[in-house]
């Protein structure tokens, strides 16, 4: 029996619904009480940028849908290399995210029953 | 008691054979003693559609109502479904219209193994 989800989130926002889709998946998880935790990392973490702006795509805000889940202490982590490697920095990013190293993910897999990706 | 597997399919019925592959996947576990749950996301709910009519590519339609017949839960998410222009009563015999919030999150916690069909 799983009792917690990991939330892989590999895809930028906007042009694909896969963000947005792991987001509420996400929430479903976190509003039942399960421990549930995402995980923004390769194209994904353009997801955490703050100045971000569905409006101009008439779509919903992936940073709306990714601060609901601080509602239900969904945890939504950002790998740093991933940043790095984009050239985004961390000052560019909305509040509440937690900011980890690429070490970190192999932790966060441990610590999950199951793995979801979007 | 069986070890449960659910399968959560994200393509649609078309474009890619996926949604096939996870037809064949939910067979395979069922052979193997499994219990077994699939949950179509986003434009995977496009294959529980009933009526589809390929002339040259397998009836993912078909076979999943097959596979729903020989005892795999199936539903999926009602929000994706309506926003592609389905109604209720569209879908193959036995697949539920349903939520992530109820559904998805019923399958997952009671899943020893979770598998995700998708690109």
Redesign the interface.
Known sequence: MANSTLVLITKAPYGLEEAFAGLRLGLAMGVNGMKTSVLMMDDGVYNAIASQKAEAVKMPSNMEATKELYDFEVPVYVVKEDLDSRGIDESKLFEGLKVVPASKVKELLAEHDVVTTF | MPK?L?I?W?TGSMMAMDANVAVKLARAALAKGYKVDMFG??EGVTAVKKGQNPKRFPNVGNELEETIKQGVSTAICETCYAARGFERGEEIAGAKVG???ND??KF???????V?I?R
Do not use: N, Q
Not at chain 2, 108 to 114: C, P, V
């Open positions: 449960t659910t959560l994200r996301y986003g939520s992530l919030t998805l999150f997952i916690s009671e899943s020893d193994r979770l995700t998708a």
